[in-house]
């Protein structure tokens, strides 16, 4: 399985240190955010990464190089103005081949999620080992989370293990997700498309499931989260 990492956003709420660094390359306790996907990804035997960029991209190549630092092989998707998530992935296609794959955002900080999990997330088989009608296999599987401050009311529902768009409660997506390739038929590479529409459209043909992911997660958003998950660091160097 390959991964993809989003890295093309521009970290806006992030400013002024958004300015300068490429808001993936911020460090929490010493190590870029987009650093410790790389680490997890290939801990869970994940090496064939596949990041986008845009803004300051260049610095993410700088620091990243392809990847065998890291143990890992990473292939970049420039894009000159950023295509948004379903765009960016879209735009990407060509790198990530015809085969399920996991696709994260770059600014959230989740350093003990296990991506060994991501590989049963769609099955071709049922339990009994019959193979499932292309048409009715789950076409993404993502990982919801309890909402956070800047999410109070949630994304999606969920009834067992199948997303939906209404329903109480309704869980916060965590940006973390496995995808058919197939879900991005249609969109031309270089075209700007959000994920929310597309993702909505395939929970009501019901081929959309997830799972609560409850281990440490923040979506880095703001400068002053940067420092709160820093300040544990901080106060044992004695700042």
């Known amino acids: 399985?390959?991964?993809?990492?989003?890295?093309?956003?521009?970290?806006?709420?992030?400013?002024?240190?958004?300015?300068?660094?490429?808001?993936?390359?911020?460090?929490?306790?010493?190590?870029?955010?987009?650093?410790?996907?790389?680490?997890?990804?290939?801990?869970?035997?994940?090496?064939?990464?596949?990041?986008?960029?845009?803004?300051?991209?260049?610095?993410?190549?700088?620091?990243?190089?392809?990847?065998?630092?890291?143990?890992?092989?990473?292939?970049?998707?420039?894009?000159?103005a950023p295509l948004e998530t379903a765009g960016g992935i879209a735009n990407a296609l060509h790198l990530l081949g015809d085969e399920p794959f996991v696709a994260l955002s770059g600014d959230i900080y989740a350093p003990y999620f296990d991506f060994t999990q991501v590989f049963e997330a769609l099955p071709d088989k049922d339990m009994l080992g019959q193979p499932i009608p292309q048409d009715k296999r789950d076409i993404?599987?993502?990982?919801?989370?309890?909402?956070?401050?800047?999410?109070?009311?949630?994304?999606?529902?969920?009834?067992?293990?199948?997303?939906?768009?209404?329903?109480?409660?309704?869980?916060?997506?965590?940006?973390?997700?496995?995808?058919?390739?197939?879900?991005?038929?249609g969109i031309t590479p270089g075209e700007f498309v959000k994920f929310g529409p597309l993702m909505r459209k395939f929970i009501a043909q019901g081929r959309v499931g997830g799972e609560i992911y409850n281990g440490p997660w923040v979506n880095v958003g703001t400068v002053r989260q940067l420092e709160e998950l820093n300040a544990p660091l901080a106060k044992r160097a004695g700042a």
């Open 1 to 80: 399985m390959k991964a993809m990492i989003l890295a093309a956003g521009r970290g806006e709420r992030m400013r002024p240190l958004t300015d300068t660094c490429p808001k993936p390359l911020l460090k929490v306790r010493g190590r870029p955010l987009i650093v410790w996907h790389i680490l997890n990804l290939v801990r869970a035997g994940i090496t064939e990464i596949v990041i986008n960029h845009s803004y300051l991209g260049h610095m993410i190549e700088d620091e990243l190089g392809d990847g065998s630092k890291y143990g890992a092989r990473i292939a970049y998707s420039h894009e000159p």
């Open 140 to 185: 993404a599987w993502l990982y919801l989370t309890p909402n956070p401050w800047h999410n109070p009311e949630g994304d999606f529902g969920m009834n067992m293990y199948s997303l939906t768009n209404e329903g109480d409660p309704k869980w916060n997506f965590g940006n973390i997700g496995v995808y058919r390739p197939e879900m991005f038929d």
